[in-house]
């Protein structure tokens, strides 16, 4: 069975200081790893994700996730944060067998503060 | 242009009663899916259809019950509501169950049981 874990329930950070959310996952075989960001009262939004190749994957509004295969970690950054960025962040990993299950994490709440 | 759209936004209503979700994508993908996130903000699939046929049935009451007339729709259909289906249900779609493209997620649908 697939799994994934978000150990941080919020991260709280300083606008324009660093930001890193925290994701571990477990699957047969090679994974398929995502993050979603989900603003209030909306659906979840597509930030990036990792197939294969390059470790470190670029996504969109500046956030970049740095796959780790040895630490089963795909840790989710952006070298300055915005308020705009608060929000509620989901990890997923899908497994290679087929089938299009996505395995959510709980989610961590980002709070970026002036 | 809303690629994932859902009807209703809120839905409240009574205990015992019966009552639909609809869901409409206009991306052309080939899967679609519901989700079920609780007040925890846990997110878990429920259903999956690809092409209109189910292709995921996860373990949820026999009172849901999906139909997807063609791959641009599926809607869900609840029986006899209870106090525990009080959550959000989002709808989703992607290009196919093998592919590597992320899941589109519509806003919700905010079911209230009283």
């Known amino acids: 069975a697939q799994s994934v874990a978000q150990p941080e329930d919020q991260v709280n950070v300083a606008e324009g200081n660093p930001l890193t959310v925290k994701c571990t996952y477990s699957?047969?075989?090679?994974?398929?790893l995502f993050w979603y960001v989900q603003y209030p009262n909306r659906g979840l939004q597509f930030l990036l994700k990792?197939?294969?190749?390059?470790?470190l994957v670029k996504g969109s509004y500046g956030f970049e996730a740095e796959f780790n295969k040895s630490q089963t970690s795909f840790h989710l950054k952006k070298p300055s944060a915005l308020v705009s960025d608060s929000a509620l962040y989901f990890c997923?990993?899908?497994?290679?067998?087929?089938?299009?299950?996505?395995?959510f994490g709980t989610g961590t709440q980002l709070k970026v503060e002036l | 242009d809303t690629a994932v759209s859902q009807t209703p936004k809120y839905l409240v209503t009574q205990m015992g009663n019966d009552k639909s979700i609809k869901c409409e994508q206009n991306?052309?993908?080939?899967?679609m899916y519901w989700y079920k996130q609780d007040s925890k903000k846990f997110l878990k699939i429920m259903f999956s259809y690809n092409n209109k046929e189910l292709i995921i049935n996860e373990t949820v009451p026999n009172r849901f019950s999906p139909k997807s007339p063609d791959k641009a729709h599926l809607n869900l259909h609840i029986n006899s509501l209870e106090l525990g289906d009080s959550a959000v249900y989002f709808c989703?779609?992607?290009?196919?169950?093998?592919?590597?493209?992320?899941?589109?997620f519509g806003d919700g649908t905010r079911l209230s049981i009283l």
């Open positions: 990792y197939i294969t190749g390059d470790n």
């Open positions: 991306l052309g993908h080939d899967t």
């Open positions: 997923a990993v899908r497994g290679p067998g087929g089938g299009n299950k996505l395995t």
């Open positions: 699957v047969s075989g090679n994974p398929y």
């Open positions: 989703a779609s992607s290009v196919g169950t093998n592919s590597n493209q992320p899941q589109h």
